[in-house]
T-cell receptor, first 113, second 117 residues
């Protein structure tokens, strides 16, 4: 079945350092979404990528969707303590009427002040 | 608050008992999803509804689990004969589908934490 792998599982950085998490799918995706979950909270939608090779920015966050629509990345420039949390990618498969999301296991980010 | 709400927020039950959770989605959203999440894992898809129709149920879901969305608004998730392995956070999410060929951002509720003793 379709799988979405996410690496790394954990990342510890000093405040001000950059951070990147990678997402890889076993199948071509229709689109990919990114969510952030703070400790004790619920997932909160960040962004959706739909087009091959798409790049979107939100302040210090840069999201990319691969040319083959099988991988994606989230890069945070100059991390802050407010970036702490788990970042999930979730992909929707390409064909058929199934629009459920397949979620990665997430990358937990810890930021030392 | 016009976000997704879930009740109860916490539920402790004994093994073998039945439990029911409720989700109230954002009012104009036509899709409603149920997920289960355990510590250190991503949300695990359980089932989803398009209006009142249940379109898919995870193969991982045993017959002890059932969900309804009778009027296309709120939804309930029932677990019968609970087992300790059912202990998890049960998340509900809703979205507004505008086109049939893609998925849309999901808005999550705070979840119901189930502990089976």
């Amino acid at each position: 079945g379709q799988q979405v792998m996410q690496i790394p599982q954990y990342q510890h950085v000093q405040e001000g350092e950059d951070f990147t998490t990678y997402c890889n799918s076993s199948t071509t995706l229709s689109n990919i979404q990114w969510y952030k979950q703070r400790p004790g909270g619920h997932p909160v939608f960040l962004i959706q990528l739909v087009k091959s090779g798409e790049v979107k920015k939100q302040k210090r966050l840069t999201f990319q969707f691969g040319e083959a629509k099988k991988n994606s990345s989230l890069h945070i420039t100059a991390t802050q303590t407010t970036d702490v949390g788990t970042y999930f990618c979730a992909g929707s498969q390409r064909a058929g009427n199934n629009r459920k999301l397949i979620w990665g296991l997430g990358t937990s980010l810890a930021v030392n002040p | 608050d016009t976000g997704v709400s879930q009740n109860p927020r916490h539920k402790i039950t004994k093994r073998g008992q039945n439990v029911t959770f409720r989700c109230d989605p954002i009012s104009e959203h036509n899709r409603l999803y149920w997920y289960r999440q355990t510590l250190g894992q991503g949300p695990e898809f359980l089932t989803y509804f398009q209006n009142e129709a249940q379109l898919e149920k995870s193969r991982l879901l045993s017959d002890r689990f059932s969900a309804e969305r009778p009027k296309g608004s709120f939804s309930t998730l029932e677990i019968q004969r609970t087992e300790q392995g059912d202990s998890a956070m049960y998340l509900c999410a809703s979205s507004l589908e505008r086109l049939a060929d893609r998925s849309y951002e999901q808005y999550f509720g705070p979840g119901t934490r189930l502990t089976v003793t």
